[in-house]
């Protein structure tokens, strides 16, 4: 039996750099342009189906980077198996805020955490202010995953989380068997789950 395994995933980064965006579009396929910035977090869930026949869905924690919510963020990363922590490629300051939030990360979130640096607006290239060779350096320095994406063409947006995905269940504590039920790990604790339950592949809760 093929393989089901669930992982919590958190989205950090400025204001406006697009991670609501990003998690629209990978989850329904859609776009706006005119998006309301978040307020406190949105949870949101998809599926990904992997080559081998294996899935893994995603607990999508979108946090809201405006900086009155800061002090919720560790709420949401500290049992999360993966962060994507997300700038816009025209503001070089939202590559600095970025680099604070994946210093945080380090110091405090589970040492096994996977995280991927996201450069976001990727159709606004022509504005670009922030290299590929200086965020694909910081990136590999740091041993984390590096993408550009464009939550308006979608280029790029399913390939970064399909690419978390690969990478998780090798990461990942081994999952529990079928049959079991739905296992979760101690509490706390960040093992992956070998789901029993139906996946979906929707959203389970939005209020982005
Ligand atoms: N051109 C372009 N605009 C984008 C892209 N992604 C997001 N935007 C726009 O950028 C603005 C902010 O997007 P959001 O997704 O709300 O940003 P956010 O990071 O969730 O912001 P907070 O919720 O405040 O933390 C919106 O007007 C989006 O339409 C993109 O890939 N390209
Ligand atoms: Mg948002």
New binding site residues.
């Given amino acids: 039996m093929a393989k089901q395994y669930q992982f919590k995933l958190v989205?950090l980064?400025?204001?406006?750099?697009?991670?609501?965006?990003?998690v629209?579009r990978f989850v329904k396929d859609q776009?706006?342009?005119?998006?309301?910035?978040?307020i406190g977090a949105a949870f949101l869930t998809q599926t990904v189906a992997l080559d081998d026949g294996s899935t893994v869905k995603f607990e999508i924690w979108?946090?809201?980077?405006?900086e009155r919510y800061k002090s919720l963020a560790p709420m949401y990363y500290r049992n999360a198996n993966c962060a994507v922590v997300?700038y816009?490629i025209t503001q070089p300051a939202s590559l600095e805020k970025a680099r604070t939030w994946i210093r945080e990360l380090q110091r405090q979130a589970d040492p096994s955490i996977v995280i991927a640096l996201c450069g976001?607006?990727?159709?606004?290239a022509a504005r670009r202010q922030v290299t590929q060779e200086e965020a694909q350096k910081y990136a590999e320095e740091e041993g984390l995953m590096w993408g550009e994406?464009?939550?308006?063409?979608g280029e790029g947006v399913a390939s970064i989380f399909t690419s978390l995905a690969k990478k998780l269940p090798q990461t990942a504590p081994p999952p529990q068997t079928r049959g079991g039920g739905a296992v979760r790990g101690a509490p706390g604790a960040r093992a992956a789950v070998d789901l029993n339950s139906n996946t979906n592949g929707g959203q389970d809760g939005c209020n982005c």
């Fill in positions: 989205l980064g400025e204001s406006a750099v697009g991670k609501s965006s990003l629209l776009f706006d342009d005119y998006r309301e910035s978040t979108d946090t809201a980077g405006q997300v816009d976001n607006k990727l159709d606004l994406t464009s939550a308006k063409s």
